[in-house]
């Protein structure tokens, strides 16, 4: 099962829109970005329809025009969240020097917290209820893509490219260490002593981040361009 496809199956497909695509793909984008910052603050059973028509700022006969039911918007979130994560795994290729490859992944993980925080923690509230929208697509696609991808770190350690850590393992420190600046902002927040964080607070974090996870690897970070 191919893991983008997989992650594009929980987005159904929406009624006709006899207006275009564009406008269709307009309005998708502005629902599903509503529809994260309600489920991210009110989770699936709290959250309501109406609600998150007026967060879009749409009738909510134009929501259902979409997105006929809550579980069918969600399960649309939680796809569009999983393409966007697992589009930046591609840089993991063999051809590439190890420390390009995990720095720009990395980076990319970073900016998705940065974009992307409501989307992040809906995902973290999907798991930690069990996974039971995403967890065919976790037990296999999502498997099959980190097999392939470790294989590569893998063959990064047998040349002596970088130092033997799990590779499997590796993956699960980078995804916690990038998530956590969205999915627990507010711990963070309180420790900082700031409301919110900030591109500033973002661009100290991620270089934090790389640091700490290239040397783990035994690797250093590329000079930025």
Wanted: aromatic fraction near 8%; include cysteine.
């Amino acid at each position: 099962m191919d893991t983008h496809a997989g992650a594009a199956a929980l987005r159904p497909q929406p009624a006709r829109d006899a207006s275009g695509g564009r406008i269709r793909q307009e309005n998708q984008a502005m629902i599903l970005h509503a529809a994260e910052h309600v489920f991210a603050r009110a989770g699936f059973a709290g959250a309501t329809m109406a609600d998150i028509a007026m967060r879009a700022g749409v009738p909510k006969s134009n929501l259902h025009y979409y997105f006929r039911t809550k579980q069918a918007l969600y399960r649309a979130v939680l796809g569009h969240t999983l393409q966007l994560w697992l589009s930046e795994a591609d840089i993991i290729r063999e051809e590439l020097p190890p420390q390009v490859a995990l720095e720009q992944y990395i980076r990319a993980k970073m900016r998705l917290s940065a974009s992307h925080p409501d989307a992040s923690r809906v995902f973290a509230n999907e798991l930690l209820h069990g996974a039971p929208e995403i967890g065919e697509i976790l037990r296999h696609a999502l498997r099959e893509l980190v097999s392939r991808k470790a294989a590569v770190v893998q063959q990064w350690i047998d040349r002596g490219q970088m130092a033997p850590v799990d590779p499997q393992h590796l993956f699960f420190t980078i995804w916690a260490a990038t998530q956590t600046y969205a999915d627990f902002e507010s711990q963070v927040c309180a420790v900082l002593g700031v409301n919110r964080l900030g591109q500033q607070d973002y661009a100290h974090a991620t270089e934090h981040v790389v640091v700490m996870l290239l040397r783990g690897c035994g690797l250093a970070p590329e000079p930025l361009a």
